[in-house]
Antibody
Framework: EVQLVQSGAEVKKPGESLKISCKGSGYSFTSYWIGWVRQMPGKGLEWMGI????????RYSPSFQGQVTISADKSISTAYLQWSSLKASDTAMYYC?????????????WGQGTLVTVSS | QSVLTQPPSASGTPGQRVTISCSGS????????VYWYQQLPGTAPKLLIY???QRPSGVPDRFSGSKSGTSASLAISGLRSEDEADYYCAAWDDSLSGQVVFGGGTKLTVL
């Protein structure tokens, strides 16, 4: 079974750093793109960016460029999303997704989500 | 403000057919595939339709997608109570350096 399993919920203070993870299993991790999608409380879905673990080719949404870093460690089939300095506005659910292609691939499956809460 | 425009809400009674629209532009829907996702309450979204009108295995044929020009639609026939969810359209957008854009989502209520 193809699965993406994300790390657990996080509670952080503004200014702190954070790295959340997404482990893929049941497929060739280096042959598919892994993306990240943000969902703020009570709001819709926003695409943040995507990485191809096979060669680490990474693309960002203009809205998130410079705000987060996407990376992957293919040796352990895990992708990451990290912040160097969190803000309260980063409070959201973050989903990792698998995609067959950069432009022509749908997101399937989705991870279970990682809830990030940033509060002083 | 989302790049793709969806009605915020839709409703229908069991057994009815409902459609949800998704309007975009030449840089997204007009030149790329459309995808639809279903998000049941308290759960992660799930791929419902890919490449405009294709259903992943396991998705009932009550769900269908279509695209014409810069607009797309999701149709649900034989509406069931378990279809009550949020539905999102998405497409690649060729503008700037390229990115995936989502609609704002449509909350479907089964009356």
């Amino acid at each position: 079974e193809v699965q993406l399993v994300q790390s657990g919920a996080e509670v952080k203070k503004p200014g702190e750093s954070l790295k959340i993870s997404c482990k893929g299993s049941g497929y060739s991790f280096t042959s598919y793109w892994i993306g990240w999608v943000r969902q703020m409380p009570g709001k819709g879905l926003e695409w943040m960016g995507i990485i191809y673990p096979g060669d680490s080719d990474t693309r960002y949404s203009p809205s998130f460029q410079g705000q987060v870093t996407i990376s992957a460690d293919k040796s352990i089939s895990t992708a990451y999303l990290q912040w160097s300095s969190l803000k309260a506005s980063d409070t959201a659910m973050y989903y990792c997704v698998r995609s067959t292609g950069l432009q022509g691939g749908g997101f399937d499956p989705w991870g279970q989500g990682t809830l990030v809460t940033v509060s002083s | 403000q989302s790049v793709l425009t969806q009605p915020p809400s839709a409703s229908g009674t069991p057994g009815q057919r409902v459609t949800i629209s998704c309007s975009g532009s030449s840089s997204n829907i007009g030149s790329n595939y459309v995808y639809w996702y279903q998000q049941l309450p308290g759960t992660a979204p799930k791929l419902l339709i890919y490449r405009n009108n294709q259903r992943p295995s396991g998705v009932p044929d009550r769900f269908s997608g279509s695209k014409s020009g810069t607009s797309a639609s999701l149709a649900i026939s034989g509406l069931r109570s378990e279809d009550e969810a949020d539905y999102y359209c998405a497409a690649w957008d060729d503008s700037l350096s390229g990115q995936v854009v989502f609609g704002g989502g449509t909350k479907l209520t089964v009356l």
